[in-house]
């Protein structure tokens, strides 16, 4: 069981911009890999970016030179920025933690722990 606190979804219109933040109250995961993963209604979730202990990125090919990942260490919280959006992207997102792993992530959703209740990003066109 992780402790992770999602935050920063929104409502855009295309070509938009939005921050996500996932907070770890009282927790350091910044140790294993962490990842950002979506679900959209009547889908399955989905794996959108991760980042190892290193700070190796890894990201879907639908997000690859739009999203970025990253760790403010400083804060304990991974953020997920978001350009460049698309009706596509619309999707509750969540964070996550793979604990067995610290490098060589991988955008598998069931191997990360999930804590959240996520956060809504909706892009209209």
């Known amino acids: 069981q992780v402790q992770l606190v999602e935050s920063g979804g929104g409502s855009v219109q295309a070509g938009g911009s939005l921050r996500l933040s996932c907070a770890a109250p009282?927790?350091?995961?910044?140790?294993?890999?962490m990842g950002w993963f979506r679900q959209a209604p009547g889908k399955e979730r989905e794996g959108v970016a991760a980042i190892d202990s290193d700070g190796s990125t890894r990201y879907a090919d639908s997000v690859k030179g739009r999203f970025t990942i990253s760790q403010d260490n400083a804060k304990n919280t991974l953020i997920l920025q978001m350009n460049s959006l698309k009706p596509e992207d619309t999707a509750m997102y969540y964070c996550g933690a793979d604990m067995k792993r610290r490098w060589r992530c991988i955008l598998q959703p069931n191997e990360y722990n999930y804590g959240g209740q996520g956060t809504q990003v909706t892009v209209s066109s």
């Open positions: 009282g927790h350091t995961y910044s140790n294993y890999c």
